[in-house]
């Protein structure tokens, strides 16, 4: 089993940046994959950024667009997603997931894990 938490969310003005962490425990061995999903208001949850173990990452171009950057530190079980120059569309509930495949990893369904979610305003 594998729990994941959600920290570092907020409130922040529009152009700030933010950073927010996933923390694992449990049985993590097998966890090739970790991402980042949202969730605004009244929209489909869906996908921001991920890494993969050996070091590859992914970010929805749409999304991201050069300001957002995922990381991960397997020696302490942490994930975290530096945002810059954030706008209001940025504002919804960020979820932390992992995986064990290293393929499809847009796809919501492939992540067996997730976290409770963590708040993400950005004020204009």
């Known amino acids: 089993q594998v729990q994941l938490e959600e920290t570092g969310g907020g409130l922040v003005e529009t152009g700030r940046s933010l950073r927010i962490n996933c923390v694992g425990s449990?049985?993590?061995?097998?966890?090739?994959?970790m991402a980042w999903f949202r969730q605004a208001p009244g929209k489909d949850r869906e996908f921001v950024a991920a890494t993969v173990l050996g070091g590859s990452e992914r970010y929805s171009p749409d999304i991201v667009k050069g300001r957002f950057t995922i990381a991960r530190d397997n020696a302490k079980n942490l994930m975290y997603l530096r945002m810059n120059d954030l706008k209001p569309e940025d504002t919804a509930v960020y979820y932390c997931a992992s995986s064990r495949n290293r393929d499809d990893i847009e796809n919501q369904d492939v992540y067996s894990y997730w976290g409770q979610g963590i708040q993400v305003t950005v004020s204009s």
């Open positions: 449990g049985y993590l061995l097998d966890t090739l994959t």
